[in-house]
């Protein structure tokens, strides 16, 4: 069986709304809160329409913490769903990021990995979108190419990505876009 091509997404800041305080974005804590970016469900039609698989990568540190509860995150990921059937799987890190370092998460590429494997996922043909360093680094480790969005956060990275943009649907011209991206 041939691997697949996918695109992986970081949710909050690339296909949910993030509260920013400070100059620092923070996950929705509540339902209520959880909207989608315009543009987010056709941007992944579109990619699906290339052939990607869609997975979406995303730390939940606030789960781990005690901050918020699971199943409002699931209750978030139904939603996410329901919006945006073309994603095919939903990989979550629920590790505060406290003590020791989790495969998991975001940098490390734990969640890519697992998805690769479950879902026969052809890495060097795939891609990371993401609106952290940690979402670049992450896909760099993974061996991926990677797309930043920039929202100008007051947020520092070393590793370059492949592609600057200021939003998803700019993130998915550059895919689809991009040389041998298939």
């Not at 920013?20 to 989608?36: I, K, N, S, T």
């Not at 056709?42 to 979406?56: D, H, R, S």
Request: charged fraction near 30%.
């Amino acid at each position: 069986m041939a691997l697949k091509p996918a695109v992986f997404l970081d949710r909050d800041g690339v296909l949910n709304v993030q509260l920013v305080r400070d100059g620092m974005p923070y996950a929705p804590e509540r339902l209520e809160d959880f909207r989608l970016y315009e543009g987010t469900p056709e941007g992944c039609q579109a990619l699906k329409k290339a052939g990607f698989t869609l997975v979406v990568a995303t730390n939940q540190p606030d789960v781990g913490r005690g901050l918020v509860q699971k199943a409002v995150i699931e209750s978030m990921h139904a939603r996410l769903l329901e919006l945006v059937p073309e994603i095919d799987r939903i990989e979550v890190s629920y590790d505060p990021g406290r003590g020791e370092v989790s495969p998991r998460r975001k940098p490390e590429p734990g969640m890519l990995l697992d998805a690769a494997r479950a879902l026969g996922l052809d890495l060097p043909r795939s891609w990371m979108v993401g609106d952290r360093w940690r979402d670049v680094d992450c896909g760099k480790r993974a061996g991926v190419r990677t797309v930043f969005v920039d929202y100008g956060y007051s947020d520092e990275f070393d590793t370059k990505p492949d592609f600057v943009v200021k939003s998803f649907p700019e993130a998915v011209a550059a895919i689809l876009a991009a040389p041998g991206r298939s």
